[in-house]
C-alpha cells in the first residue's frame, strides 16, 4: 500500500469523490454570504496494537447532522448510515493510518443574493484530514468568563451546529485569547454558565458531576454523552444536569470542557481563580485514561461506539 503522505486526501462533494484540492464553491454561494449551512466534527483514532483506525461514535454524529439539516430546513440525499460508510471510505481511500478528523457540511449552495431559507438548492460535502490535538490537553488551561453572551434558541439554536452561529464562538475565543486566557466560558441570556466556546462543560463538587442542561444554549454534545456515561458506570460518579451559575465555577474542586475537537481539557483557573491545585485534577487525568482507551477500541464494552474503518473484506461504498 502506498505511505499516507503519498496518497491524496479525497472527499464527497456535491455528489462526488473527488480530490480535496478540487473542491471549490463560488464566491456569491448562500452558505458563505449568509451563514446558511451546518456541520459535524467528528474524530476517527488510530490503534497502531490493532493496526485498525476507528470511526468513534459516526452514526450518533450522523444522525445530529440530519437534526441539524432539519433546523435549517436542509434536504440530505443520504441516510446516516449512508454517511457513515461513505466516511469510511473516504478515510481508506485516502489512506489515512494515523488520527483523523471527518468534517461534513450541508448548506444552501445557489449563488443568489437574499437572505431566506426556503426555496435554495441544498448541497453537502465530507472532507477527512489526519488531526492531532485541537487544544493542548497535557496540562490545565487559564479560562475567562467572556463577555459575549451565547445565543438563544430563539435566535440561533445552539442545538444546530450552525455555520453562521460560529462567529459568536469566535468573538469569545478572540476575546479570551486577547486577554491572557486560553479559552472562553460563555453565559447564557439569563447569566448562567453555558458552555465554552466551542466545548461543553463538566464542574465537580464534594465528588459530585454537574454539567448544564440542554436549555442553557448548549450544544446536545456526544463527547458530554460520552462523559456522563463514562462518570456513572466507569468512576462511579454521579452526574447532574442543571443550571449553574457563575461563582459557582470560582468555588469548585475540578472543572473541564469537552468535545470532539477539545476532547478533555482540563480547567486550572477560571478568571484568575485557581481551580483544585490550578493543574490536571484526578477526575479529569482519569476520564482522559478511560477516554482514550474507549476511543481506540480497547474497551470492549464499548465497542459499538467504534467503528472499524481499515478492513479488507468491506465493500466500497456507491457513490
Known amino acids: 500500500m502506498e505511505k499516507e503522505q503519498d496518497l491524496p486526501l479525497l472527499c464527497y462533494f456535491e455528489g462526488n469523490v473527488i480530490p480535496l484540492a478540487d473542491a471549490k464553491i463560488g464566491i456569491l454561494t448562500h452558505a458563505f454570504s449568509y451563514g446558511t449551512g451546518f456541520f459535524e466534527g467528528i474524530r476517527a483514532y488510530y490503534n497502531e496494537d490493532h493496526k485498525q483506525l476507528y470511526m468513534f461514535r459516526a452514526l450518533e454524529h450522523y444522525e445530529r447532522f440530519e437534526q441539524s439539516a432539519r433546523i435549517l430546513m436542509i434536504s440530505l440525499k443520504k441516510s446516516a448510515q449512508e ?35 426556503h426555496d435554495l438548492r441544498d448541497e453537502m460535502y465530507i472532507t477527512v ?8 490537553i497535557d496540562r490545565a488551561l487559564n479560562v475567562g468568563v467572556s463577555s459575549w453572551k451565547r445565543t438563544d434558541d430563539n435566535m440561533i439554536p445552539a442545538r444546530g451546529k450552525i455555520t453562521g452561529a460560529y462567529v459568536n ?18 453565559l447564557d441570556s439569563e447569566g448562567h454558565v453555558s458552555e465554552g466556546s466551542a466545548e461543553n462543560l463538566f464542574m465537580f463538587r464534594n465528588g459530585v458531576a454537574y454539567t448544564p442542561p440542554v436549555t ?18 466507569d468512576l462511579g460518579i454521579p452526574v447532574y444536569e442543571r443550571v449553574i451559575d457563575r461563582t459557582e465555577l470560582y468555588v469548585c474542586d475540578e472543572l473541564l470542557l469537552c468535545g470532539t475537537g477539545a476532547q478533555i481539557a482540563p480547567v486550572g483557573s477560571v478568571d484568575h481563580r485557581q481551580i483544585g491545585n490550578g493543574g490536571v485534577g484526578p477526575i479529569a487525568r482519569a476520564l482522559q485514561s478511560r477516554y482514550f482507551d474507549v476511543v481506540k477500541g480497547n474497551v470492549p464494552k464499548y465497542s459499538h461506539w467504534c467503528t472499524p474503518v481499515l478492513s479488507e473484506t468491506r465493500q466500497p461504498v456507491t457513490i
Not at 464562538?169 to 460563555?186: P, R, T, W
Not at 442553557?216 to 458506570?233: A, H, K, Q, Y
Open 83 to 117: 454517511m457513515v460508510d461513505l466516511t469510511g471510505e473516504l478515510l481508506r481511500r485516502s489512506g489515512i493510518q494515523s488520527d483523523a478528523y471527518i468534517r461534513p457540511m450541508g448548506y444552501k449552495a445557489d449563488e443568489v443574493i437574499g437572505v431566506r431559507l
Open 169 to 186: 464562538s469566535a468573538f469569545a475565543k478572540s476575546e479570551a485569547i486577547l486577554n491572557g486566557f486560553d479559552e472562553a466560558i460563555m
Open 216 to 233: 442553557s444554549n448548549i450544544l446536545e454534545g456526544i463527547t458530554r454523552l460520552t462523559l456522563m456515561t463514562l462518570l456513572r458506570e
Open 129 to 136: 484530514q489526519p488531526f492531532g490535538n485541537y487544544i493542548d
